[in-house]
């Protein structure tokens, strides 16, 4: 079943004003409906969401800044309003509520962003499974959304933040993410920079240190081999080390740090293009 309803019902000074008209789909006011997921696929360009029960969203575009503000009536949303950000076209996600009936997700773009409302598509794959696809200009604004390229293509395991240390068992700080890949994936260098440390630590094991123009640093540890040495200067997306399982490690994985004036660890995560950002709902 597939709805397109996005309909331009005013133009008002502010730009365009969108209604949703839903008519086909049924509602049923008795029912305890909540959001249970809702994504946003940065390389497909498309958010989706799906409730318990059938809904019937409601969605307008509001200019200044601009932003596609979807209600869903009758679902239920208890968790406090969660933003995250995703780069320069769509700034940001969040899901919030209007009241206790009602569960609000707002799509946010950049100030004066041209947002193409007559090509958004709002549909439903099931009474309770929607998405809406952004028109194609969005994906081209947000493709440089930030300094970074990720250093390669693999599964993250493992994420920034305090936690026990699966060799020490002690608690302390995961500085980087970790993201598992076969051993000899080239990793790449994130942005244009300078090689200021290539070589081994016991727990980095085989290491490359890259200096960058803003200031930041950026690390890559448990190399199997090394592709650079101190002093290079090397290019964004350039090979600079083989995933490897060196120094403590319990894996073919690389441990990526991002740090902050080049000695504050940050989260990796916040630098990355977002590829897919999911908001785990259905847990509260
Ligand atoms: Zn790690």
Redesign the pocket.
Known sequence: MISRFWQKTSCAILGGVIAVALSTIAWTAEARNRLETFSFDVTQNRIEFATLEGVEPTGQVIADPMRIVIDLPGAIYEGKTVRRNIGRAVQAVRVGRVNEETTRLVVEFAPNFPLETDRLRLQARSPRHWSIQLPESVAAANIQSTAFVWPLVGTLT?GFGWRIHPITNQRRL?????IAAPIGTPILAVADGTVVAAGWDDGYGNFVELQHADGNRTLY??AHRLLVQKGMTVRQKQAIAEVGSTGR?TGS?????VLVAGTNPADPMAFLPQRYVLFDVAAR
Not at 253 to 257: A, I, K, R
């Open positions: 493992a995961h500085k980087g993410i970790d540890a448990h490690s994985h690389l441990h990526f740090e």
